[in-house]
């Protein structure tokens, strides 16, 4: 059927993805923060820590490589939701749009590795 290199399952990936993924955590923990900061949120804190964990493992090698298109992803979907409820662009829109350019360069990225 498929490798598991074809299923982005190795640990490998390029150096920029890895960068961007990096980059990518970091505002998510900041993100995080600022909701628990700002509005006492503490889903955001938790939400924001564990996404950006996931995405600095998938940065450090530690998860396979599709982590660093499935987590992107899923946020996507969530705050696009919560940004088309609320129509208000921060955080959900934001953050919906940056997941949507991590996912779409991480299977860019991790194509041209296979």
Do not use: D, N
């Not at 493992?57 to 660093?68: D, Y």
């Not at 662009?89 to 996912?103: R, Y």
């Amino acid at each position: 059927m498929f490798t598991r290199r074809e299923l982005g399952l190795t640990r490998g990936m390029t150096s920029a993805l890895s960068i961007v993924l990096w980059i990518y955590a970091a505002l998510l923990l900041a993100g995080g923060l600022m909701g628990f900061v700002k509005a006492g949120s503490r889903a955001s804190l938790i939400a924001g820590g564990i996404c950006a964990a996931i995405a600095a493992l998938t940065a450090a090698s530690q998860l396979p490589s599709i982590m660093a298109v499935l987590c992107p992803l899923v946020l996507a979907v969530m705050m696009g939701r919560r940004f088309l409820s609320s129509k208000k662009f921060m955080p959900g829109g934001f953050i919906a749009l940056i997941s949507i350019g991590v996912a779409a360069y991480a299977v860019v990225a991790l194509r041209l590795l296979h």
